[in-house]
């Protein structure tokens, strides 16, 4: 008996080698809650680490079902054993190398986007030097590299010791038949535990899920048992079904109704935000400069409590600007701050609105400017073809994009180009060019310092007052929008001029809600340098899809308006709709709800220092706000889906 247990060394190895696999993703686990977490309840933490054990088994499962096959198969065919272990092994040493490299990745992603590896972290694969660039020359990512070297190291030489334990049997089942029918029961057996391991659940009505992680109000916890290679598949297989691919919250018609009733416009209509807006007192031809700054999130300035007080500049300029103290932005993606910004249309979801095919045409702040006679331009740092950038603003009525072609090669220090005050300095060739025929223009500059790999720019007169380099960059950060301000003082159009600064999304913040505020929080000023202007705090809500309309409003416009943003001159919003990803929040007043993709939604009172969930006796107020909010985003997805965001590409509306 003893030695017919010994000859199942290919299924000893199976477990042995999920065994090994499962400390290492414990290891990852294990750093990741390092990482986040301060102090936390230990029965709680116990919990969470127990479905990591489970959802990591699940992969596991996934990952030694293949081989395991190979190997039972096999272990009838002594001819071809060797041959077929030798596959399994490299198999094995390959795919373990992967996931483990996913793994590294997911704990500086959970860091940046407090949610597990998913498919959004492929949004900028159509750019790989861009992508590869910034990785590499970050060196806070050093030690997850590391990390993963080193697991890699480790698993392989565990492996070979292991695999040479398998590869010295030799089974010969001509002297041994008697084996025969007690080692095929026993190998059913064996994949069957495997399947059962891929389903994680032995339930009848569902197999694991991500929700199935979700045990508790810790947020940072629930999230902490997944396995990030089990979020990230499950993400892609989301992006390929057509329910997850387009939203499908409301009943379309429905949404358009409400949204009618909503944005209170003429019911004539048959668009659901469509409302046309006339001049007061005479259009004015106000050049328009907008400074998206990359992740200024508002916690990182003075203009909060507690605030980290980095941006002594951006602070005054605050003093004398019209200053939005509830400004929230879209998603957590540069390209949603772009878009939102530009067009006044919210996140959907994970859906990557400048690279579609074919490109759509807005009725946004270019186009509207364009048609009253703008000259409209773009600066970046780097490559415009990152996120589309390039393609989608030409489409949409900018004139010129100015990018890391247009700078010289000596400037170039990252993988994101030249570092923000090379970009303003530069653009005043071309706004001074444009401004000479006496038509204003629009001036749209996408800051990225701030983003890794930092990079400090060199042989400048800025003096960093902290000490780690994440603190240094937003300094850096702020003294080129004053050495930008400063040099644009002595300009032509300078007093002809509305700045406008915004961030295109926030950072990580305490997250007590497990939906980071602080992410979506950001500054929005309105600047002029004319004496007429009157600065003042605006403390109502504000989305970032809110910042056109509200420039077309300042600047006193006869315009119309196709898109869910709000002209803050004119109207007020009750809620604002904040994206994730794969959570939505939804910002009122009084109070956050925060809706995830795969566990219960929940609801807190901003003025609740408890954070509880107070959702079953809120009941009534959250089916309303989730209703008006889930019909703006499908109605903005029916927006686009028709092809009704620009009168240029508007097609008849579909039969009914």
Known sequence: MKEFINSLHHLKYILLVYLGGLVLFTLFRLVLFISIVDESPFNLVLMSFWMGFRFDTVISGYLLAIPALLLIVVYYIPFLQKAVKCVVFWFVNVIYSLVFFLSAVDIPYYQHYGSRLNSASLQWIDSPEIMLGMVAQEISYLPYFVLWISVVCGFVFYHRFVYLRMAMYRINFTKNRKWIP???????????????????????????????????????????GLNPIFTFIQSLLDDVDDKYRALNLVDENEAILLCKNLYNHSLDSLLPFERSFMSRTGEKKTNVVIVIMESMAMHKTGLVKDGQILTPFLDSLAGKSISYSRMYSAGIHTFNGLYATLFGYPALKRQHPMNPAPILSYDGLPSILKQKGYTNLYFGTHDDQFDNVGGFFRANGFDRIISQKDYPSSEIVSALGVPDHSMFRHSFKYLNEVSQDKSPFLAVFLTASDHVPYTIPEGIPFYPKSKSSQKQIVEYADWALRDFMNHAKLQPWYYNTLFVFLADHGTQVS?????????????????????????????????????????????????????????????????????????????????????????????????????????????????????????????SQWMIQHRKTSRTTEKSLPSK
């Open 511 to 635: 997250n007590p809600y497990g939906f980071s505020l602080g992410f979506h929080h950001s500054p929005f000023l309105i600047f002029s340098p004319d004496s007429s202007f009157t600065s003042r705090m605006d403390t109502a809500l504000a989305s970032q899809i809110d910042v056109f309309p509200s420039i077309c409003g300042y600047l006193d416009l006869n315009y119309t308006n196709r898109s869910p943003g709000m002209d803050l001159t004119r109207e007020r919003r009750n809620f604002v709709i904040l994206n994730e990803d794969d959570k939505l929040g939804i910002l009122s007043d009084s109070l956050l709800i925060v809706i995830p993709e795969y566990s219960d939604s929940q609801l807190f009172l901003l003025d609740d220092s408890s954070f509880k969930n107070k959702i079953s006796s809120r009941a009534a107020q959250y089916e309303f706000l989730k209703r008006q909010a889930f019909s703006v985003l499908q109605a």
């Open 182 to 224: 007690g080692s095929i029961v026993i190998s059913i057996l064996f994949l069957g535990v495997i399947l059962l391991a891929v389903r994680g659940r032995i339930e009848k009505k569902s197999p694991i899920r991500i929700g199935t992680a979700y045990f508790c109000n810790d947020a940072f916890l629930n999230q902490l």
